[in-house]
């Protein structure tokens, strides 16, 4: 079942050089493939469109603030099941939670810092890759 999902590497990931490190597990994924990429600065709107599922809950707002406090990087990835796939790469939204291996696992500590995020339904994935890439729907 071929499917596309939309990946944002976080500001942190970004500051951390990890940008490279993130991206090469996903690309070796056989069969994967990166349909659309580009590192970009988020403003407000975009984030209170993607995020409005969490709106008045008590980490939204620091959400909101970590997401624009830097560039992140957005992707929309192709191929076999990769929605849960790339889940799967990222590990639970907690890294300390998180099994080594994974990359909030390997890499993440705070809860809010976690690295990535990755679209988590094909409903998600088809509003998110509409926020992010309006020309590619
Ligand atoms: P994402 O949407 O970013 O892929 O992550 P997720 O599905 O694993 O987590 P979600 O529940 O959708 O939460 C979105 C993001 O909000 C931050 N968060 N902080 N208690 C907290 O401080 C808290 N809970 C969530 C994380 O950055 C999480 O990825
Ligand atoms: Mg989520």
Not at 12 to 25: N, P, Q, T, W
Not at 37 to 57: A, I, N, P, Q, S
Not at 117 to 135: L, N, Y
């Amino acid at each position: 079942m071929t499917q596309r999902t939309l990946v944002l590497l976080k500001p942190d990931a970004v500051r951390r050089g990890l940008i490279g490190e993130i991206i090469g597990r996903i690309e070796r994924k056989a069969d994967w493939r990166i349909a659309a990429l580009e590192l970009r600065e988020l403003d407000r709107g975009t984030l209170e469109t993607h995020y409005g599922e969490h709106e008045g809950k008590p980490f939204y707002e620091p959400l909101v603030q970590f997401m624009s406090s830097g560039p992140v990087v957005a992707m929309i990835v192709e191929g076999e099941r990769v929605i849960e796939g790339v889940r799967q790469l990222a590990g639970p939204t907690d890294p300390i939670a998180a099994a080594p291996g994974s990359i909030r696992g390997d890499f993440g500590v705070i809860v809010r810092e976690n690295l990535i995020h990755a679209s988590d339904s094909e409903e998600s994935a088809e509003r998110e890759v509409k926020i992010f890439f309006p020309g590619r729907d």
